[in-house]
């Protein structure tokens, strides 16, 4: 399967509140794949891949204009943009981690230091 939104060169769906935002219109669809249609018609286009081009382009139009195709496909964008979020927040929390690591070590070492200077006993480094 494809990627209709993406065939028809529309703007991603955006996650907010963990829904999917997606402001595009019926109108929207069809312009889009009359403008796309333009360039990979076969009347128009004389490419060997035009008309897989164009049915993949048809199909993306159907399926966008299609209420319940429509939102299946958001409904798999939801997922992938909810997966791609927890990815981005992992990533953070362990960048966040190991800075936190790093300065602790660093304070760690300074407070070793500060003993050491007072305390003759310990082993300077």
């Known amino acids: 399967k494809h990627d209709y939104i993406k065939v ?17 219109a019926e109108a929207d669809v069809a312009r889009h794949f009359r403008l796309m249609s333009l360039k990979v018609h076969p009347d128009k286009n004389c ?6 081009a164009f049915r ?8 966008l204009q299609d ?7 958001l409904e798999k964008y939801k ?10 927040t992992l990533a ?9 690591k790093a300065q602790q070590c660093k304070e760690d070492f ?3 230091q500060a003993r050491a200077r007072r305390d ?4 300077q480094v």
Request: with cysteine; net charge positive.
């Open 56 to 63: 993949a382009l048809s199909e993306a139009q159907e399926a």
């Open 8 to 24: 028809l060169g529309l703007s991603r769906p955006q996650l907010k509140d963990g829904q999917v935002a997606w402001d595009y």
């Open 79 to 88: 997922r992938t943009l909810m997966e791609e979020a927890m990815k981005e």
């Open 47 to 52: 490419s060997e891949k035009a008309d897989v």
């Open 92 to 100: 953070l929390r362990r960048e966040w981690s190991q800075k936190r």
């Open 110 to 112: 300074f407070t070793y």
């Open 67 to 73: 209420e319940k195709q429509r939102k299946a496909c």
């Open 120 to 123: 003759t006993s310990i082993p």
